[in-house]
């Protein structure tokens, strides 16, 4: 379970989040949408632990994010925003790495790398280096490493943000099946069909502000609006009509 409560950070004279508060219990997906800008990354980072609030507290299970980040990501798979991968490490190379990070074994290393390479793919690629990847293969692999050691708790930065059909596809499914397995998954999206039919709860984030949350049903019902796009626009204060 993840429990942020009263997260603020500013950056100079910049206050980019203010007061975020949410709950993502386990066996749940919760999204967070918001527009550019709005503080969905910065409270993405903070909840990695790469960056530390000014106030409010974050707890990942039993672990405090604040006062003990590398307790906290132990417990955490974290696919962030840069995806940042070394170009002369082959796939396989990459998420064995972690998964001796994380203090697995040569015989769980091989198991759980073997089976996170089939499961998105990658097998035929495993044994290349990534520098010729395409983004959705680099994504997989970035994914791959994530999820090495097995974490209950994972947050997902735009997981699918510049994928082809078919890797987005492989992308969805291992969200769904981490749900299956019980864990708590947050992640971040600007595509709507992707949160509607993946998220059991939404929530809205708009100027560093958490101004709504709930079901994707529930959203429509608060704003008014039929789809979840136009929900979303209304509830983050852009519903401005058009001049005729």
Do not use: W
Request: glycine share 10%; charged share 25%; with cysteine.
């Amino acid at each position: 379970m993840i429990a942020i409560d009263g997260l603020h950070k500013r950056f100079g004279d910049v206050h980019a989040v203010r007061g975020v508060t949410f709950t993502a219990v386990d066996g749940t997906v919760t999204g967070l949408l918001g527009p550019n800008g709005a503080g969905k990354t910065t409270t993405l980072r903070m909840l990695s632990g790469l960056m530390r609030p000014d106030a409010g507290s974050i707890r990942v299970d039993d672990a405090d994010v604040v006062a003990d980040p590398v307790g906290a990501q132990r417990v955490m798979g974290q696919l962030p925003d840069s995806r940042g991968l070394y170009p002369r490490l082959t796939a396989r190379e990459h998420v064995e790495y972690f998964a001796q990070l994380h203090g697995l074994d040569r015989a769980a290393t091989r198991a759980r790398v073997s089976a996170l390479l089939a499961r998105l793919g990658l097998e035929p690629l495993a044994d290349r280096r990534v520098a010729g990847f395409s983004q959705g293969e680099r994504t997989k692999v970035a994914l791959a490493r994530a999820l090495v050691h097995a974490p209950r708790n994972v947050i997902l930065d735009e997981p699918t943000n510049g994928l082809d059909v078919m890797s987005t596809r492989a992308v969805r499914e291992v969200i769904r099946g981490l749900r299956e397995e019980g864990c708590c998954v947050v992640f971040s999206s600007h595509i709507m069909q992707e949160v509607s039919a993946l998220c059991d709860r939404i929530v809205v984030i708009a100027a560093g502000t958490v101004v709504a949350e709930g079901t994707a049903d529930e959203l429509r019902a608060k704003s008014g609006r039929d789809n979840l796009e136009d929900a979303f626009v209304s509830l983050v204060g852009l519903d401005v009509e058009m001049p005729a």
